[in-house]
T-cell receptor, first 114, second 115 residues
Framework: NAGVTQTPKFQVLKTGQSMTLQCAQD?????MSWYRQDPGMGLRLIHY???????DQGEVPNGYNVSRSTTEDFPLRLLSAAPSQTSVYFC?????????????FGPGTRLTVL | GDSVTQMEGPVTLSEEAFLTINCTYT??????LFWYVQYPGEGLQLLLK?????DKGSNKGFEATYRKETTSFHLEKGSVQVSDSAVYFC??????????????FGRGTQLTVWP
């Protein structure tokens, strides 16, 4: 198993550009989520999905879109990048919603918006 | 609502010192509790977990006991090593019945261990 994979590892954008951060998992997990990590702020939930075709907003959804057409993939789209979106982004997946299972994280994408 | 509060760092220790990182939580129902560790330049990985009151999670010499009476899940290690230098996150998962399946994270505690 590759676990949770993310691409790219690093990205530099100019203000106003759009891009998609890719996330895939090969563990057949129902639940997938996107976090951003900023110094002193811990992890903040952007969007999550409880299964293919079902997505919802987390704490900080503005400026981001998601879709979940398959169980495996959960891309995060930045519509018009802003310097405030400079951050490290983590994708994560989890087996179910019972509350006891481990959440697995990808290695992260470090994004800089100029 | 559900939340986690953990002690702020950074924490700096000498090798072989005793480590405690405090974590308290607020939750309705019966949450599961987790400690995740993040090594430099990497994603988070599970360190240990406890899914019901009085459970003790342990791994790699680290331990934490789920204390419902004090709503705490403090992380401890008797003798830290340089290789333990990392950021540690306490997290809570709401109990069965939640429709979110999400984890609520503390802000993380940076641990640096010197030789």
């Amino acid at each position: 198993n590759a676990g949770v994979t993310q691409t790219p590892k690093f990205q530099v954008l100019k203000t106003g550009q759009s891009m998609t951060l890719q996330c895939a998992q090969d563990m057949n997990h129902e639940y997938m989520s996107w976090y951003r990590q900023d110094p002193g702020m811990g992890l903040r939930l952007i969007h999550y999905s409880v299964g293919a075709g079902i997505t919802d907003q987390g704490e900080v959804p503005n400026g981001y879109n998601v879709s979940r057409s398959t169980t495996e993939d959960f891309p995060l789209r930045l519509l018009s990048a802003a310097p405030s979106q400079t951050s490290v982004y983590f994708c994560a997946s989890r087996q179910d919603r019972s509350g006891t299972d481990t959440q697995y994280f990808g290695p992260g994408t470090r994004l800089t918006v100029l | 609502g559900d939340s986690v509060t953990q002690m702020e760092g950074p924490v700096t220790l000498s090798e072989e010192a005793f480590l405690t990182i405090n974590c308290t939580y607020t939750a309705t129902g019966y949450p599961s509790l987790f400690w995740y560790v993040q090594y430099p330049g990497e994603g988070l990985q599970l360190l240990l977990k406890a899914t019901k009151a009085d459970d003790k999670g342990s791994n790699k010499g680290f331990e934490a006991t789920y204390r419902k009476e004090t709503t705490s899940f403090h992380l401890e290690k008797g003798s830290v090593q340089v290789s333990d230098s990392a950021v540690y996150f306490c997290a809570l998962s709401p109990g069965r019945g939640s429709t979110l399946g999400r984890l609520y994270f503390g802000r993380g505690t940076q641990l640096t261990v010197w030789p």
